[in-house]
């Protein structure tokens, strides 16, 4: 995935480069241009040595007539050559030239050389942001079909406090691939499980698991990205809830359970990545447990099957399972999807290095009900999540041709 970063004149400029950090990391390929102002603020071989690419500062400089003559339409193969244009920060003078089609250096000509998607991360001074002639600017290039990310509200180098800091890289970096995501997922609602349940023994200690969440959140930015509302049922972990999300935390099975059968109805997908905890305490101590020298035994009584629940109810809802095992991988995914009347069911090994509970990476085997198998190799699972709605939406064609 090409993406051709624009850094405008500001103080946010320095974030530009995290940004295109964040952006190689998600598989794109960065080439950089900068405005001359923005060059003031960060240096061009900065963005060098992070992309490997040579950095675009002005339209002419200080090359010889040669150089000009074979970079004249330099700004048209760097339109073609580049999926999505984001611009950050994009300052209110870059809003300004965008919207009324001015062409004074490299950027803004090719922006209107540029035929792709195009995101917009602004940055400036409370004023400015609020001023009519940037919000009429922002009217057209939304218009336009343009994304705006930001800005955020907060301390700004001038000394003010409210809106107009550059959006944080990752939300930005999130914008850039869903612009480079099909629609596909639009008009559907995605109920989506991820994270750990926590069951209580007392006051102070519980019952939970290894899950770190990443898997399902990684499910529900890719889903986000490709034009569904997704509703993200999570328990307790360490993650920011992706960009658009409406996000519903629990901490137990049982309100895991209560979330998903609230929010049921309006699914046309369901993915249930959770590792659910399989028993909760019977009896909850009122007070902290005192440590003894006896030992301690706990009733346990199992939790409720949240994906058996489900499944007996789904209709004609796709309903997808996660099966996290240390053996028999695929024997236990084909078991969970017959017996809890799943459409597809992913299973991976949590016992393997690199990949599983709390790693960025996955390597897992899908299981459907049409008696495919698929597997997906080891991938950041982002990558992982995608390929698995790639297949999840050809199986729900492949169902509704043979009813």
Known sequence: ???VLGVGAGIAAYKAAELARVLMRRGCTVSTVMTA???EFIQPLTFAALTGKKVITGLFGTRSAEEVLASSVEHIAVAQENAVLVVAPATADLLAKFTHGLADDFLSTLYLAFTGPVVLAPAMNTNMWNHPATLANLD????RGHKIVGPDSGDL?????????????????????AALRPQDLTGETVLITAGPTREAIDPVRYITNRSSGKMGYAMAAEAAARGARVVLVSGPVHLTAPLGVEMVAVQSAREMRDAVMAHLDAASIIVKAAAV?????AEIAPQKLKKTAARVALDLDPTPDILAEVGAKKGDRLLIGFAAETQNMVAEAKRKMATKNADMVVGNLVNQSGTGFEADENEV????????????ERASKREVARQIFDQALRLRLSLHASQ
Do not use: F, K, Q
């Not at 905890?277 to 305490?281: G, L, N, Q, T």
């Not at 085997?365 to 997906?376: A, F, K, P």
């Open 140 to 143: 057209v290039l939304r218009s």
């Open 365 to 376: 085997t899908l299981v459907m009900s049409t008696g495919e198998t698929r597997h997906i």
């Open 1 to 3: 995935m090409n993406v």
């Open 277 to 281: 905890a399989d028993y909760y305490v």
């Open 37 to 39: 102002g923005a060059t």
């Open 157 to 177: 180098a001038c000394g003010t406090v409210g809106p107009g800091r550059l959006a944080e890289p990752e939300w930005i970096a999130e914008a850039v691939i």
